[in-house]
């Protein structure tokens, strides 16, 4: 399987291409400067100057792409509106790394996390623009994308277990009601979405054990 991690010298991007590697896939590393992850095949561009042609042939694009300063944040939307239209109607599937802001707390689906009293104030700016991309993303029918929200703590430097429990729309707490997962971990599942395909068009979400 060909897959094409872009912004693969983040954090996560990183480990995704690691993980990717390590079970057998061919990883190209898309970066703008020197490439710092595992990837041997590399593709040197930013995300917004990426074509067609340069996602030709990849099975799967995982798009690990981050914002975090006010100017920045609507890249969310443009950034994922440019890679959607770069697979559009092809076979390719695009999986993004999200975000948890945007996961419901209940069953009507009418609130968010990023909603509750307790949401940090200072990530909601970027909650909410992650979430706007997602709006935005369920109305793509012309791309097979599946978009990964990670647990509501989401530790960078947590362990890998290899072991998680999937998720739906819905905020998921493990048995210890905690809603924790490692970026290591998230990024086993979300590798094993990239192998299997089995979440086409959706949002899912993901807990530690």
């Known amino acids: 399987m ?19 590697i390590a079970r057998g896939a061919d ?3 898309v970066v703008r400067g020197e490439n710092l992850s595992a990837a041997a095949n590399v593709i040197k561009k930013d995300l917004f100057d990426l074509t067609a042609a340069d996602l030709e042939g990849f099975d799967v694009v ?7 300063t006010p100017e920045t944040l609507p890249q969310h939307s443009t950034s994922l509106k440019h890679l959607c239209d770069l697979v ?19 069953p009507e689906h009418t609130a968010q996390v990023m909603d509750g009293e307790d949401f940090p104030e200072m990530f909601k700016p970027l909650a909410s623009s992650m979430g706007k991309a997602l709006d935005e993303l369920r109305t793509r029918t012309d791309v097979a994308w ?53 979440h086409i068009q959706q949002r899912i979400s993901v807990v530690a054990e």
């Not at 094409?4 to 990717?20: D, R, S, T, Y």
């Not at 798009?63 to 975090?68: I, L, V």
């Open 27 to 29: 990883v190209t590393a």
């Open 146 to 198: 599946t978009y990964l929200s990670p647990a509501g703590d989401f530790q960078a430097d947590g362990k890998k277990t290899g072991k998680y429990i999937l998720g739906g729309e819905e905020l998921v707490l493990n048995a210890r009601g905690e809603s924790v997962i490692s970026y290591a971990d998230y990024a086993v599942a979300m590798v094993d979405e990239a192998l299997n395909g089995n």
């Open 62 to 68: 995982i798009d690990a792409f981050g914002a975090w």
């Open 2 to 20: 060909k897959i094409a991690v872009i912004c693969a010298n983040g954090k996560e991007g990183k480990l995704i291409v690691a993980e990717a």
């Open 88 to 106: 559009s109607g092809k076979t390719t599937r695009l999986l993004v790394v999200g975000g948890a802001g945007s996961l419901y707390v209940n």
